[in-house]
Every structure is written in C-alpha cells, then in structure tokens.
C-alpha cells in the first residue's frame, strides 16, 4: 500500500519568514496530493491541494510543488503569520485504491510573532 | 458548503458495552465516506472506507467485527465500537467527499472523542 513520509516533525519559524514542509510518497499511482491544516482540537481543513498532471499551483501565501519522477511534493508558506500555527497533514490518494487518502504524520508549525 | 457533521462529540462508555458514532454530509450527498482514528498528537490513520449500498473495506489490521460500518444513506454513515475496552478510547473522526468528486477532496467531520473506562 501507499507510504507517506512528511519532513519535519516541527517547524518553529518567525513571523514573517517562509516555512516549507515536505513529504514523499511510495504509489506511483497516487495522482492527487491534498494538505491538511488542523488546529487543535479542531477538524483538518483542506487548505491546497495538486493533481499529477500539474508541477506546482499557487493561491497567495500557499504553494505545493509536485515531483512525480522523485516522488515528493511540499508545501511553501511564506509571510508567516501566527494564525498559520497548526499541525499540517500531507496526504496522497489514487484511484487504483479507491481514493483513499494516506496521510504524512504531520507537522507542528510555529510562528513565533 | 460542503459540511460534515458528527454525533455525539464525546463519549464516555464503560468496558464492554458499544458506542454507535454519525458521520452526516449536510448539503451534499457522499456514495463514500473514510473513517479515520487519531492519536493524541499523532496523524490520522485511515480505518476503512464506507460505500453507500455496500459493505465496508477496511484497512489491513482493523477487526472488521469490532468496528462496524454501516452507510444506509448517501448522507449517514454510522461507525459502532462493539464490546469496547479502554484501548478502543481515541479521536474518531470522519471524512466525506462529494458524489461525481470521488478522487478529489475529502471534507471533515469535527470527530468523536471516546472514552471507555
């Protein structure tokens, strides 16, 4: 089955500057790549997402990049604010396996003001 | 749009006795739903996977006969805990995604705190 590894664990930043978290996936079926946002006690938010068929997509502070060939997409916040601080869930899902997603074990930001 | 909702939000149940948890899609209609499990400070580990009409598949390492997955509708989906031990206590959570966006994203449910003692 699919195996997501995401890279940190943390990630303590000061407001203002960028924070990039990574993740790599085993399927080379997986073909939609979606990141989780979860604030404490709080249900996990869709906050980008990537289709295979595209190497990187933007939506203001926010991007993700995709390398198919190496199996890795990451996710690019920049002009850190302190309402970014969360936990943030990579995830990858294919068709093959009926749209599962296999989450990343996700990573605590920090942005300190 | 695209709203979950889960029922109860906690549940404290003694060892032993079962725990039924809703997952409903508000305003828009799911053929699937996932059920996840999370551990405190840990990522959300996909449990099994709910077809409207159809029986469950769960994922390698959940007992089928322990988590039972019930998806009557295209909006309800109902997980029941059977027999439940203090081990069985997690944040159970679920996800839905929209008929026709199979593949796409998945919308989340606010999860269900359990408690067995």
């Known amino acids: 089955g699919e195996n997501v590894e995401q890279h940190p664990s943390t990630l303590s930043v000061q407001e203002g500057d960028s924070a990039v978290i990574k993740c790599t996936y085993s399927?080379?079926?997986?073909?939609?790549f979606p990141w989780y946002k979860q604030e404490l006690g709080k249900r996990p938010q869709l906050i980008i997402d990537?289709?295979?068929?595209?190497g990187e997509k933007k939506d203001q502070r926010i991007a993700v990049t995709l390398n198919k060939t190496a199996k890795h997409f990451s996710l690019h916040i920049t002009e850190t604010q302190p309402e970014d601080s969360a936990v943030y869930f990579c995830?990858?899902?294919?068709?093959?396996?009926?749209?599962?997603?296999?989450f990343g074990t996700g990573t605590s930001l920090t942005v300190i003001p | 749009g695209a709203v979950v909702s889960q029922h109860p939000s906690r549940v404290i149940c003694k060892s032993g006795t079962s725990v039924k948890i809703e997952c409903r899609s508000l305003?828009?209609?799911?053929?699937?739903m996932f059920w996840y499990r999370q551990f405190p400070k840990k990522s959300l580990m996909l449990m099994a996977t709910?077809?409207?009409?159809?029986?469950?598949?769960?994922e390698q390492g959940v007992e089928k006969d322990k988590f039972l997955i019930n998806h009557a509708s295209l909006t309800l989906s109902t997980l029941t805990v059977t027999s439940a031990h203090p081990e069985d206590s997690s944040f159970y959570i679920c996800?839905?995604?929209?008929?026709?966006?199979?593949?796409?994203?998945?919308?989340f449910g606010p999860g269900t705190r359990l408690t067995v003692t």
């Open positions: 709910s077809n409207e009409g159809s029986k469950a598949t769960y």
């Open positions: 996800s839905a995604t929209p008929h026709g966006r199979e593949g796409r994203e998945q919308y």
């Open positions: 399927d080379s079926a997986s073909n939609y």
């Open positions: 995830a990858a899902s294919s068709r093959n396996t009926g749209n599962q997603f296999y």
């Open positions: 990537i289709r295979s068929n595209v």
């Open positions: 305003d828009f209609q799911a053929t699937t």
